[in-house]
């Protein structure tokens, strides 16, 4: 009996171990959760769903500029960005080449000029969804996340990643131009190479760097400080960069 007992008490331990774990890996924990269940301090007054936010099973957004979208609900922004600039960047950067694909699909609430509640089909009435903790105009408030419309000093993004890249920046290597390769993502990272339709060469993959290679939009392991990364958090970021950046010294891994 009480061996009975004694194993159906394990089988609950491990089995709530394991829901815990499927919860902590979920949505709703995140500050993306931005339903009335949600986490942070941006969260609608009464919407309960969690997805309708970004996404919509019917009247969703058409894919942008060539590149799908997964049938997405926020409003897109139409901001015109100052995007990263310097003298060893390869890829072209001028004023007609813009964010694009996936990349667009963040900066519709992340460039801060959007309502987060904006989306375009709220399923009930075509209003926006009524949120509480945004700035002026429901945008996502002044801080961090907030990255505005000049991206001249971030990671620059819709930036095709190919063998002729790879090459012609083997060859700055080679000049003694730049310290650091650009490699395909190591195998088996789970950093990612997204769609873009920016080109670089003629060789064209159709595939780069967007925000979601370094982030993934549901998932964010410990919040507060894994900040949706694919790999490492706030504290440990070496590892992401190194899946695509290797010193001059080393090939790229095959
Ligand atoms: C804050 C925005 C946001 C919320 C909320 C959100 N998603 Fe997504 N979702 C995204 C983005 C961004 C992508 C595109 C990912 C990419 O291209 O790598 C995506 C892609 C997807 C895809 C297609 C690709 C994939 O990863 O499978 C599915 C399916 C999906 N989401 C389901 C959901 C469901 C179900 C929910 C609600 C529980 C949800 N999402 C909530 C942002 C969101
Ligand atoms: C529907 C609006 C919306 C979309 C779309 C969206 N986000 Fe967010 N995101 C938010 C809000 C709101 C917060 C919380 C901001 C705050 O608390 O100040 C947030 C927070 C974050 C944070 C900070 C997390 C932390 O712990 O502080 C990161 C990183 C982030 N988002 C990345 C992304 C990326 C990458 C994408 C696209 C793949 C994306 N977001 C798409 C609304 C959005
Ligand atoms: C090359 C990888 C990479 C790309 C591409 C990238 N990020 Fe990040 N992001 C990071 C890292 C690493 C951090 C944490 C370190 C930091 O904040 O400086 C971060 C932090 C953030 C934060 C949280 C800021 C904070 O300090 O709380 C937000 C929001 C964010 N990213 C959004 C985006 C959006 C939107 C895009 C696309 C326009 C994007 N990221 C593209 C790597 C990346
Ligand atoms: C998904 C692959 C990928 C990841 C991950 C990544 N990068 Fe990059 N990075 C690139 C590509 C591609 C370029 C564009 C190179 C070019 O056009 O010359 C680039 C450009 C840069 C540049 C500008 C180089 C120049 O010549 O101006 C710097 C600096 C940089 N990355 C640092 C980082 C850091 C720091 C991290 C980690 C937070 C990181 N990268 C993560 C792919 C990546």
């Given at each position: 009996m009480k061996k009975t007992v004694f194993l159906i008490a394990l089988c609950l331990a491990s089995l709530l171990g394991c829901f815990a774990t499927m919860l902590h890996a979920s949505i709703m924990t995140t500050k993306h959760n931005l339903s009335t269940s949600g986490p942070g301090p941006v969260k609608a007054t009464g919407e309960q769903r969690v997805c309708v936010f970004c996404h919509t099973p019917h009247n969703a957004i058409a894919p942008t500029e060539g590149v799908s979208v997964p049938i997405w609900n926020h409003s897109l922004s139409i901001a015109q960005y100052t995007l990263y600039e310097s003298p060893t960047l390869l890829s072209p950067t001028s004023p007609t080449i813009r964010p694009d694909g996936a990349s667009r699909l963040c900066l519709s609430c992340h460039d801060g000029t959007v309502g987060i509640g904006a989306v375009v089909n709220t399923g009930i009435t075509q209003n926006t969804i009524s949120m509480l903790g945004?700035?002026?105009?429901?945008?996502?408030?002044?801080?961090?996340?907030?990255?505005?419309?000049?991206?001249?000093?971030?990671h620059p993004v819709s930036i095709e990643v190919n063998n002729s890249l790879i090459n012609d920046k083997g060859t700055q290597c080679t000049n003694n131009l730049v310290s650091w390769r650009v490699c395909l993502p190591l195998p088996g990272t789970l950093v990612k190479l997204s769609r873009t339709r920016n080109r670089y060469g003629?060789?064209?993959?159709?595939?780069g760097v967007q925000c979601t290679s370094c982030h993934d939009a549901h998932d964010d392991r410990s919040p507060g400080t894994s900040l949706?990364?694919?790999?490492?958090d706030k504290n440990n970021i070496d590892s992401l960069c190194m899946s695509c950046h290797q010193d001059c010294s080393q090939e790229c891994p095959k």
């Open positions: 945004t700035g002026a105009n429901g945008v996502l408030p002044t801080g961090a996340s907030n990255l505005g419309t000049d991206l001249s000093g971030h003629s060789q064209s993959t159709g595939m949706f990364l694919r790999v490492g």
